[in-house]
């Protein structure tokens, strides 16, 4: 079965900080997304790759940005964190041109 | 702009009482619907595939059925194990990346 990590479940950061949240797939997947996930709200895209240093804006961009170097890994930042952005956040991985997700476990992130 | 509507919100049954979990949705041009189950602290595990109207698929006590507007998740005498999130999303044919558009959920709880 294909696994996708993601580092943290738990994280606590200071507002203003830069955060990094990294995901990583192990089943040599183009496609990858982050989405955060709030409560009334469901899930909401911020950004996806298709592919090696390829990204596109989701939803709900602003704020994040990504960064993929290698097929495996993509990575959420958190410029400047700002107490909007605690929420439950989710990766997932798909093959290019497959159907449905398979996602993290999620990472909790409380920006204080 | 696609959209997809659940409900209830929240349900909560008592074992062995069958009911149903409501998705309605509006795409332009479905590509395909899915059903994920969502466990508190988690993330959202992969159910059902669904990718034309009178299609059905049956998972152990789940059973989830497909129409033009809208689809449905039975349960048929759930059990406790069965208490969750479930959540409904769709592929449109014409969104770019093939991405999942997702509704708010239904928390099921399931009492002994």
């Known amino acids: 079965d294909v696994k996708v990590t993601q580092s943290s479940r738990y994280l606590v950061k200071r507002t203003g900080e830069k955060v990094f949240l990294e995901c990583v797939q192990d089943?040599?997947?183009?496609?990858m997304f982050w989405y955060r996930q709030d409560p009334g709200l469901g899930l909401r895209l911020i950004y996806f790759s298709y592919d090696v240093k390829m990204k596109e804006k989701g939803d709900i961009p602003e704020g994040y940005s990504v960064s993929r170097e290698k097929k495996e890994r993509f990575s959420l930042i958190l410029e400047s964190a700002s107490t909007n952005q605690t929420s439950m956040y989710l990766c997932?991985?798909?093959?290019?041109?497959?159907?449905?997700?398979?996602f993290g476990s999620g990472t909790r992130l409380t920006v204080v | 702009e696609d959209q997809v509507t659940q409900s209830p919100e929240a349900l909560r049954l008592q074992e062995g009482e069958s009911s149903s979990l409501n998705c309605s949705y509006t795409?332009?041009?479905?590509?395909?619907l899915f059903w994920y189950r969502q466990d508190p602290g988690k993330g959202p595990e992969f159910l059902f595939t669904?990718?034309?109207a009178g299609e059905e698929k049956e998972k152990e006590r789940l059973k989830a059925t497909l129409t033009k507007k809208e689809s449905f998740l039975h349960i048929t005498a759930p059990k406790p194990e069965d208490s969750a999130t479930y959540l409904c999303a769709v592929q449109a044919l014409a969104r770019a990346g093939n991405m999942l558009t997702f509704g708010g959920g239904t928390r099921l709880m399931v009492k002994p």
């Open positions: 795409v332009s041009g479905l590509r395909g």
């Open positions: 089943m040599d997947h183009e496609n």
């Open positions: 669904l990718y034309s």
């Open positions: 997932a991985s798909r093959k290019g041109g497959g159907w449905g997700y398979t």
